[in-house]
């Protein structure tokens, strides 16, 4: 690169790590939400960028999602920092000047705020980049909201050599300025059933006749109540819900079918093996002492997001560096494939505090975009800690 290249690189990426700037990037993916697994102009808008700043986009051969490397320059461990940058299939109903172009699409969980979060701190260790201890690898993760996306990065190999990663979600609930962190479980395993039960169907008004699978489907939902409650330890927690229940077209038949479908959440891996092991048990003992039969199907979701304590510790102190409000977090029953990271390496997911009026998922949805320079500033500041801290310790022997 000449000189004259280099002057202009750098200066775009100054322009770029602006404050207002990054609302500019806020706000333009807001307008054009992408659902998981479509984020192909997000792709492109972000690789554009990055590749503006002289950032390294690296090639895993995925269809969405951006994988960039920065430092390096002098060996070093490697270390990962994370976005999702899908959106949801929601209506929004915000009113804002930027609202979604695209009907029935908005990124109602502000994942656009995580990502031009990230993008603001690859500028920033962009300008840094001589000086760090290692390489930072970026990952704009697409489909977190299937729970897909985390797995397909790490099947890419976008995890190999990877020591730690660390990941951030927008907190409405918390002001900003305000950095949520806890070592160990953050947030919840998230695991979907459909039971599908099948009796025998008959007339409505000779009921001897047939096996009732809506009955067997209501003795079932109420001794599901009985698994959380008789099985896990009161210092621990999950929950059942059975969120659907479908049977019959007729008022005046015994359908040969029912089925239930709902969601488990638990926090820790022991619990979670323990209520699915007996959800399973009721669900067919139950359904078979009435003489019906039931299968369960399983939707596979994210495990519980336990964070490293190392790394929860080291967050803490960055954040106080910073002059950000480091403070524990209570911990969420929602679920977030990150996890799925951290079942490979250690990891470290916080939240921001963002200021807003509704929670995740809400069409009106909004955030305090004074939170992204904080978001950004933290993502940054905390790689080139945890590249030191590694450096210290024995850098790549360790790997």
């Given at each position: 690169m000449t000189s004259s290249a280099a002057e202009s690189a750098a200066l775009a990426v100054q322009e770029l790590a602006a404050a207002d700037r990054l609302i500019e990037i806020r706000r333009h993916l807001h307008r054009h939400p992408e659902l998981s697994g479509e984020e192909y102009e997000t792709t492109a808008y972000i690789t554009s960028l990055l590749k503006?700043?002289?950032?390294?986009?690296?090639?895993?051969?995925?269809?969405?999602?951006?994988v960039a490397e920065i430092g390096g320059l002098?060996?070093?461990?490697?270390?990962?920092?994370r976005a999702?940058?899908?959106?949801?299939?929601?209506?929004?109903?915000?009113?804002?000047?930027?609202?979604?172009?695209?009907?029935?699409?908005?990124?109602?969980?502000?994942?656009?705020?995580?990502?031009?979060?990230?993008?603001g701190a690859a500028y920033q260790l962009k300008e840094r980049e001589s000086s760090l201890k290692g390489t930072v690898r970026l990952l704009f993760q697409p489909a977190e909201e299937k729970a897909k996306g985390a797995q397909q990065v790490i099947a890419a190999g976008a995890l190999e050599q990877v020591r730690a990663v660390i990941g951030m979600h927008n907190k409405p609930d918390l002001p900003v300025g305000t950095i949520g962190i806890k070592a160990g479980p953050l947030m919840a395993a998230a695991d979907g059933f459909a039971?599908?039960?099948?009796?025998?169907?008959?007339?409505?008004?000779?009921?001897?006749?047939?096996?009732?699978?809506?009955?067997?489907a209501s003795h079932i939902v109420t001794a599901l109540q009985s698994v959380v409650s008789r099985n896990v330890s009161s210092l621990s927690s999950a929950v059942i819900s059975v969120t659907q229940i479908h049977s019959g077209n007729s008022w005046n038949i015994i359908p040969e079918t029912a089925v239930l479908e709902g969601t488990i959440r638990s926090f820790d891996e022991a619990v979670r093996s323990t209520v699915l092991r007996r959800f399973e048990e009721v669900v067919t003992g139950v359904a078979a002492a009435l003489g019906a039969e039931a299968k369960?199907?399983?939707?596979?979701?994210?495990?519980?997001?336990?964070?490293?304590?190392?790394?929860?510790?080291?967050?803490?102190?960055?954040?106080a560096h910073l002059g950000y409000t480091p403070v524990v977090p209570v911990p969420s029953p929602a679920g977030e494939d990150f996890a799925f990271y951290q079942k490979a390496v250690p990891g470290l997911f916080v939240f921001t505090g963002t200021?807003?009026?509704?929670?995740?998922?809400?069409?009106?949805?909004?955030?305090?975009?004074?939170?992204?320079?904080?978001?950004?500033?933290?993502?940054?500041?905390?790689?080139?800690?945890?590249?030191?801290?590694?450096?210290?310790?024995?850098?790549?022997?360790h790997r």
């Open positions: 503006q700043a002289g950032v390294k986009i690296i090639d895993y051969g995925l269809q969405t999602g951006v002098s060996g070093g461990p490697v270390i990962a920092l999702d940058i899908d959106a949801l299939p929601v209506q929004e109903e915000t009113g804002l000047p930027y609202a979604s172009l695209h009907p029935g699409k908005m990124h109602a969980c502000g994942h656009d705020f995580h990502t031009a979060a990230l993008l039971v599908s039960i099948r009796g025998f169907g008959s007339h409505a008004a000779v009921p001897e006749a047939g096996i009732d699978p809506i009955v067997a369960v199907r399983w939707i596979g979701g994210p495990p519980p997001v336990i964070n490293d304590a190392l790394l929860a510790r080291l967050g803490e102190e960055t954040a200021a807003g009026s509704r929670e995740w998922h809400h069409p009106a949805f909004e955030l305090d975009e004074a939170a992204l320079p904080v978001g950004a500033g933290f993502y940054s500041a905390l790689a080139v800690r945890v590249l030191e801290h590694y450096t210290a310790e024995g850098g790549d022997e």
